[in-house]
Structures are given as C-alpha cells and as structure tokens.
C-alpha cells in the first residue's frame, strides 16, 4: 500500500515565524504535490515537483516555496506565516503520466495566530 | 484550461435511499475525470475515474459514475448508502496530453441520516 505522511496533524504558529511542513511517501513517487484545503473553496494547488530539485508553481504559490532534495520528501515552506495561510494543507504523490491517482496524505491543519 | 462546477455544496439523505452528485466540466480539450472522497480527518482518496471506454464507471463501495461527452458531466451515483458514506465528494479533471495536474471542484458534503 502507498503511504503518504505527513509531519504534523495539528500546528499552530505565529504571524511571522517561517514554517515547515514536511510530506513523505514510501512508493518511489517521482511527482509530487502541496494543496491547501478551504471550505467552500475545495483544494488549490500551492506548488507541484515532477522530480528531484523540479517544481512548477501552482494556482496560488504567493508566500510559500518548497523543497525536494530527496525523492520521497517534499516540503512547504511558509516564509512568513500570516493569519490568512491558515487552512488544511494535504501533500499527494503519484506516478509520472495521466490516468494514474495521487496517493494522499492525512493532511496538516495549521492554525496561524 | 478546465474547470469543474460541483452543483450541490451539501446533500443530506437518508440511510439506504439513492444518491446522485452532480459534477460538470469544462474543457476544450478531452479530459480524464475523477472522484475522490475525503472522509472526517483524513485525507482523500480515489473512489473511480474515467480515462477512456465504457462511460460507465464503477469504483468502491458501490458507487459508479457515468460519463456524458455532450453534457460535460460526470455525476456520482449511489443506489442505496450508508451512515458510512457520510463524507466529502470531489470531483476532479485533467487534460489529456497536458499537465499532471488535477483541477478540483469545490466539494459536495454528503451526509447520510439514520
């Protein structure tokens, strides 16, 4: 079975501090992904790597960049947390080519304070 | 680019009546569709998706989907559930011969009363 973790179920943080949240996926995945979740809003794409030390932005990449140095890690990297980045974020993965499903993470719901 | 237009935001039905979620598209392309469901505190998860072929589909737990090119749609359904299914339904799209990524609807709640 493809396992997707996650570093944090739960976080909380201040205005202002950089935070990390790590995905990590256990089935040589080379394409990986970082939404955020919203109510009403459904998911959003933050940023999307295709291999290691590849990313492409997504649909809302402002105040957030990401990491790949390893093929199974791929981290979010929030610069300067605000109150507005608050919000669930979920990691995926999935093998390179269409038709094949992103394997999910439980997901990281972040509070910003 | 695409688009998905999930109709309902919140279904409430109850235990072993059928359900139907609606989800349409938009695309100028030929697309691959899917349906995730993210149950409480969890991630999500595929229940089916359409790539090509019969435009029937069938997924797990009982629930399939049928694919209609002329109406862009692509509505989930279910002929009896449970208090199990309680859930959130997503509905997804990618173009064929484009990105990997997926575009998403904004989710339907679906909650099944006793």
């Known amino acids: 079975d493809v396992k997707v973790t996650q570093s944090s179920r739960y976080l909380v943080k201040r205005t202002g501090e950089k935070v990390f949240l790590e995905c990590v996926q256990d089935?040589?995945?080379?394409?990986m992904f970082w939404y955020r979740q919203d109510p009403g809003l459904g998911l959003r794409l933050i940023y999307f790597?295709?291999?290691?030390?590849?990313?492409e932005k997504g649909d809302i990449p402002e105040g957030y960049s990401v990491s790949r140095e390893k093929k199974e890690r791929f981290s979010l990297i929030l610069e300067s947390a605000s109150t507005n980045q608050t919000s669930m974020y979920l990691c995926?993965?999935?093998?390179?080519?269409?038709?094949?499903?992103?394997?999910f993470g439980p997901g990281t719901r972040l509070t910003v304070t | 680019a695409q688009s998905v237009t999930q109709l309902d935001s919140q279904v409430p039905v109850f235990e072993e009546a059928p359900v139907e979620l609606r989800c349409n598209y938009s695309?100028?392309?030929?697309?691959?569709l899917f349906w995730y469901v993210q149950y409480p505190n969890q991630g999500l998860q595929l229940l089916l998706k359409?790539?090509?072929?019969?435009?029937l589909v069938k997924g797990i737990n009982g629930f399939e989907a049928e694919f209609n090119k002329s109406q862009t749609s692509f509505h989930l359904r279910k002929p009896s559930v449970h208090i199990s299914d309680t859930a959130e339904y997503f509905c997804?799209?990618?173009?064929?011969?484009?990105?990997?990524?997926?575009?998403f609807g904004k989710g339907t709640k679906l909650t099944v009363n006793p």
């Open positions: 695309s100028s392309v030929s697309v691959y």
């Open positions: 790597s295709y291999d290691v030390k590849m990313k």
């Open positions: 995926a993965s999935k093998i390179p080519g269409q038709g094949y499903e992103q394997y």
């Open positions: 359409y790539l090509s072929g019969s435009t």
């Open positions: 089935m040589d995945h080379e394409n």
């Open positions: 997804a799209v990618s173009a064929q011969g484009g990105s990997e990524k997926l575009v």
